[in-house]
């Protein structure tokens, strides 16, 4: 089983400022194909980026995502009042499907 | 676009069977993979396990001996039960297609609880 460990486990940023989420796999996650969800409270994750890189349809572009391998980043590159939410990556290179624990992103 | 919606029991007794459908609306339920995943109240979300086009099956093998996914293509619905549940399997229950493994698109979700 992969696991997926996240960082920081809370960041605290001001609207307008930068976000970087960290997400790193016990092996290396092949063709890259990990993805980053967001969550707001009560509801279900949205598809942000897949294979690593990305954007989901609909999704703005100061969400991007880069990495391989068994490193890999999501960026905010200016924090909107909308991204505040829990974010988790996710593997699926490999049976069992994993997610990483979450990086909450809350206003500072 | 598609719709998922999850709907079954949202109260469960303690080694009893948790019986969950989704039904699928904008899309052909034999063209993709669908699935489930779960979240336990205020953790992670943990995938269950997936049903393809085919009828193939996958499972996370922490839960696969007590897990049945299923799927019945002239409802748009596919199905999952959960055997001996414990207070652990009280969760967020949620519905999924996936484009292979990428879960792409969610249901809204389904409070499950395991109480007596």
């Known amino acids: 089983e992969i696991v997926l460990t996240q960082s920081p486990g809370t960041l605290s940023l001001s609207p307008g400022e930068r976000a970087t989420l960290s997400c790193r796999a016990s092996q290396s996650v092949g063709k890259d194909y990990l993805a980053w969800f967001q969550q707001k409270r009560g509801q279900a994750p949205r598809l942000l980026i897949y294979d690593a890189s990305s954007r989901a349809t609909g999704i703005p572009d100061r969400f991007s995502g880069r990495g391989s391998g068994t490193d890999f980043t999501l960026t905010i590159s200016r924090l909107e009042p909308e991204d505040f939410a829990v974010y988790y990556c996710h593997q699926y290179a490999v049976s069992p499907l994993t997610f990483g624990g979450g990086t909450k992103v809350d206003i500072k | 676009q598609v719709q998922l919606q999850e709907s079954g029991p949202r109260l469960v007794k303690p080694s009893e069977t948790l019986s969950l459908t989704c039904s699928v609306s904008?899309?052909?339920?034999?063209?993709?993979?669908w699935g489930w995943i779960r979240q336990p109240p205020g953790k992670g979300l943990e995938w269950i396990a997936y049903?393809?086009?085919?009828?193939?099956?996958n499972y996370n093998p922490s839960l696969r001996s007590r897990v049945t996914i299923s799927q019945d293509t002239s409802k748009s619905q596919f199905s999952l039960t959960l055997n001996s549940v414990t207070a652990a399997d009280t969760a967020v229950y949620f519905c999924?297609?996936?484009?292979?493994?990428?879960?792409?698109?969610w249901g809204p979700g389904t409070l499950v609880t395991v109480s007596s």
């Open positions: 049903i393809y086009y085919s009828g193939g099956t």
């Open positions: 904008g899309d052909s339920i034999s063209g993709s993979y």
């Open positions: 999924a297609r996936g484009a292979g493994y990428l879960i792409k698109d």
